[in-house]
Each structure stands twice: as structure tokens, then as C-alpha cells.
T-cell receptor, first 115, second 119 residues
Framework: AQSVTQLGSHVSVSEGALVLLRCNYS??????LFWYVQYPNQGLQLLLK??????LVKGINGFEAEFKKSETSFHLTKPSAHMSDAAEYFC?????????????FGGGTRVLVKP | NAGVMQNPRHLVRRRGQEARLRCSPM?????VYWYRQLPEEGLKFMVY????????ESGMPKERFSAEFPKEGPSILRIQQVVRGDSAAYFC?????????????????FGPGTRLTVL
């Protein structure tokens, strides 16, 4: 079965500092990978996704992620944190054996941005 | 284009009652997914439906839970005889008909969720 591990359930960064959220996955074939953001009491919003092609993927709100097959990682970064980035972030992978696009999510990383 | 709609946003039930959660996908979307988020956990897949068909229900508990997506109207997630452990946020997501595209690349658009509290 596929799995997603997010290191660090909570991350605290200063405004203007680098945001780095770690995601590692397990998959026996090339995966499709997603990062979603969840603001308090809201649904999930897609930040970016990797399917094929360029391994550095740019998303909304200045976020980007790099697919590294050798490390089975898909870490999310943003060069300069903004107060509005405070939210919970989820990494997800498509289930290769399922019909449609059944997603397996990591446990989430809650980001706190300090002024 | 309105987003995915879910109602109610908050639902309180006593143990043994039934809970009905509704999801209206985005216009033009014929694929619906339901996920459950327990407190302090990530989302867990429950069921995937297309119009009038359950495609994958591998994440649904074997008893008390059912889902449907009729030809007309919203998708319904039904929980019979709720227990305290059913307290969670239930999210619905929809995606468009993919045609020739690889469905595993499709973006899922999530609703705001229904927060179920069982007393």
C-alpha cells in the first residue's frame, strides 16, 4: 500500500523566513503527488501537483515543490513566509491501484508564522 | 462557477441517530470523493462515486455507512446509528470528467466540509 509521511506535525517560522515542509512517499511506480493547504474551518485547496515532466513544480502563493525520485521526496518550500501562510498543509499521492484519483494523505503539518 | 457545496456545515447528533451529509459537486463534475478527517489526523479516503455508481468504497466502514450519487441531486453520505467515534470532519471533493486524460492527475476540488459531533 502507498503511504505518505510528513516530518513535523508543527512548524514555526518567522515572517520573511524560508518555509520548508517535508514529504516522503512510498510507491512502487512513478507517483502523482499533490500539496494541499487547509485554512481553519475550510476545505482543502490545491497548491500544486506533480504528474510528469519538470521535477520542480511551481504553485500558487509563491510555493514550489521538487520531486526527487532517488529520495522519494516531494518537499514544499516558499522563500519568504507571510502571515497569511499560517495554515495546515497536506501532502498526498494518487493510489496507483485505484480507479479515479483516490488520494492518500500525509498526517499534515501545521504552520505557525511569527511576526 | 460555484465551488463544491456541502451541507450542513455543522451537524450535532446523539448516539443512535442518523446523520445525512450532502455534497453538490462543481458544475460539470461527475466524480465525487468522500474523505473523513478525524481530530489531529490527515484525511482518509472513504468512497468514490460517479453518477448512479459506486466505483470504490474500500475506505468505507463495513457497517452503518453508505453513500449514493443519484442521477439528479447531491451526493449523500449516510451514517446510521452514529457513535461518538464518528465525530469528525467529512469532506467531499469533485473532479471533472477526464476524457482521455489520466484520471490520477485530476485535481480534486474540496468542499468546506461537514463537522459532525456525536453527543
Amino acid at each position: 500500500a502507498q503511504s505518505v509521511t510528513q516530518l513535523g506535525s508543527h512548524v514555526s517560522v518567522s515572517e520573511g523566513a524560508l518555509v520548508l515542509l517535508r514529504c516522503n512517499y512510498s510507491s512502487s511506480v512513478p507517483p502523482y503527488l499533490f500539496w494541499y493547504v487547509q485554512y481553519p474551518n475550510q476545505g482543502l485547496q490545491l497548491l500544486l501537483k506533480y504528474t510528469t515532466g519538470a521535477t520542480l513544480v511551481k504553485g500558487i502563493n509563491g510555493f514550489e515543490a521538487e520531486f526527487k525520485k532517488s529520495e522519494t521526496s516531494f518537499h514544499l518550500t516558499k522563500p519568504s513566509a507571510h502571515m497569511s501562510d499560517a495554515a495546515e498543509y497536506f501532502c498526498a499521492v494518487s493510489d496507483i491501484k485505484a480507479a479515479g484519483n483516490k488520494l492518500t494523505f500525509g498526517g499534515g503539518t501545521r504552520v505557525l508564522v511569527k511576526p | 462557477n460555484a465551488g463544491v457545496m456541502q451541507n450542513p456545515r455543522h451537524l450535532v447528533r446523539r448516539r443512535g441517530q442518523e446523520a445525512r451529509l450532502r455534497c453538490s459537486p462543481m458544475k460539470g463534475h461527475s466524480h465525487v470523493y468522500w474523505y473523513r478527517q478525524l481530530p489531529e489526523e490527515g484525511l482518509k479516503f472513504m468512497v468514490y462515486l460517479q453518477k448512479e455508481n459506486i466505483i470504490d468504497e474500500s475506505g468505507m466502514p463495513k457497517e452503518r455507512f453508505s453513500a449514493e450519487f443519484p442521477k439528479e441531486g447531491p451526493s449523500i453520505l449516510r451514517i446510521q446509528q452514529v457513535v461518538r467515534g464518528d465525530s469528525a470532519a467529512y469532506f467531499c471533493a469533485s473532479s471533472p470528467t477526464t476524457g482521455l486524460a489520466e484520471p490520477r492527475t485530476d485535481t480534486q476540488y474540496f468542499g468546506p466540509g461537514t463537522r459532525l459531533t456525536v453527543l
